[in-house]
């Protein structure tokens, strides 16, 4: 063999082996490829995980108001829905009532109509003993006594067929009242259970407020995520109420025309409107201040907050009353305040209330001093049933302490 050939079959035996390290490389390569894949694939699977699992955490973090909020509402849906089974009842009895009245009454005038039937049917059947009535009008020759005892026939056959139609009328009457009384008590019953079941549901509610208030009483993290959320939301109402100014001034809209009111004796009126007021005005309910005004120090966590009105602890469903006359501005519910009512009185001059169960009034009403505008409850609170107010002038909160009369 020459060296020109062996050196082509080394030449040859080289390529194919260098193809076969690269052939083997590449598969090499290409398996790294797939595992660098696969692993790419499971961090972004581990990764999408670790976020559906934050997003789950910032879900249970979520605001303690917005779920206080949507508990307050279902709660207070099931109330009103209670409340309307609840009347329904009465309605259902009240028929009953009447129905079991009326039954009485049919059965009583029914017995004494079938004591008459029944005294008419032995007179008839004493006649028919004696052979009827045909020889009794033809007995004697007088026809005057016989057209006599055949007028008196006819007319007791006439009384007979009206007692025997009065007596069928007070049977389908008394049948008709007690087909009635069956469906009310059916009806009765059905709305009761309804009722039952709404009020079982309207505890259940109640008793997750109950949860989520204690844990802010009781447990400092969620009483400073609370502090927070409250906060936050008085800057929302603040701006909120400096929004409605500003629209009201953007529309030109007139303030509300309010009589001024007379000066007390031996004193000069100070101001017009509300602000003539101060010290004047009349309690918007019944009850006690529970939470006064101003800055106060939580006890147990030393969390300090600032209260921009009053809460006054009044009876569930009292009234509520507009302490001055003026233009309702507002009427909803407000995250941390519940259902909230907004007051303008001229002169830059508003009276808040918040916390209460129903609204008497609505956006745009004109209203009177002392006009009741709702009832007192306990939507957004934290403490149970009360009434939140404030005074605001210029759009700061006042005390409202030096704003009402005092109490004896």
């Known amino acids: 063999m020459s060296r020109l050939t062996r050196a082509g079959i080394i030449g040859t035996a080289l390529l194919l082996a260098a193809a076969s390290a690269a052939g083997a490389q590449t598969k090499k390569d290409a398996a790294d490829l797939g595992e660098k894949e696969r692993t790419l694939q499971q961090t972004q ?20 108001l917005t779920e206080l909020e949507a508990i307050d509402k279902r709660l207070t849906d099931k109330r009103r829905q209670v409340a309307a089974l609840d009347a329904r009842v009465k309605r259902a009895q009240t028929e009953i009532g009447d129905l079991q009245r009326d039954i009485a009454r049919l059965e009583i005038q029914r017995a004494g109509q079938e004591d008459g039937l029944g005294q008419r049917l032995r007179a008839m059947y004493r006649l028919q003993a ?27 056959a006439t009384v007979d067929a009206r007692m025997i139609r009065e007596y069928r009328v007070t049977s389908e009457g008394l049948a008709d009242r007690k087909a009635r009384l069956e469906l009310s008590r059916r009806e009765l019953s059905t709305v009761r259970a309804q009722a039952e079941e709404e009020r079982a549901e309207a505890d259940r ?37 400096r929004d409605l100014q500003e629209k009201r ?14 000066a007390m ?21 019944e ?29 569930e469903g009292s009234s509520v009353h507009a302490v001055y006359a003026g233009h309702v501005l507002y009427t909803g519910w407000f995250r941390g305040y519940g259902n909230l009512v907004i007051v303008d009185h001229g002169n830059e001059y508003y009276t808040l209330y918040a916390h209460m169960a129903d609204m008497k009034v609505a956006e745009g009403d004109d209203i009177k001093q002392g006009q009741v505008i709702g009832t007192v409850g ?29 109490r004896g």
């Open 45 to 64: 699977k581990r990764l999408k995980e670790e976020r559906a699992k934050a997003a789950d955490a910032r879900k249970r973090e979520a605001s303690l």
């Open 130 to 156: 004696q052979g009827g009535a045909l020889p009794l009008l033809l007995s004697g020759d007088d026809p005057v006594a016989q057209s006599v005892r055949l007028r008196h026939l006819t007319t007791l």
């Open 205 to 241: 509610e109640a008793a997750k407020r109950r949860v989520i208030l204690a844990r802010v009483k009781d447990e400092r993290v969620y009483h400073d995520r609370m502090v927070g959320e409250l906060s936050e939301a008085t800057r929302r109402l603040e701006a909120f109420i």
């Open 249 to 262: 001034r953007v529309a030109k809209i007139p303030p509300p025309s309010v009589k001024p009111p007379k």
């Open 265 to 285: 004796p031996g004193e000069s009126t100070p101001g017009v409107g509300l602000g003539a007021m101060r010290g004047r005005l009349a309690w918007p309910a």
């Open 287 to 315: 009850g006690r201040v529970v939470e006064e005004y101003g800055a106060r120090v939580n006890p147990r966590f030393g969390t300090k907050t600032f209260r921009n009105g009053i809460d006054i602890d009044a009876a």
């Open 378 to 406: 306990d939507t957004g609170s934290l403490q149970g049933p009360r009434l939140y107010f404030e005074v605001r002038y210029q759009g700061r909160p006042q005390d409202p302490a030096q704003w009402l009369k005092p």
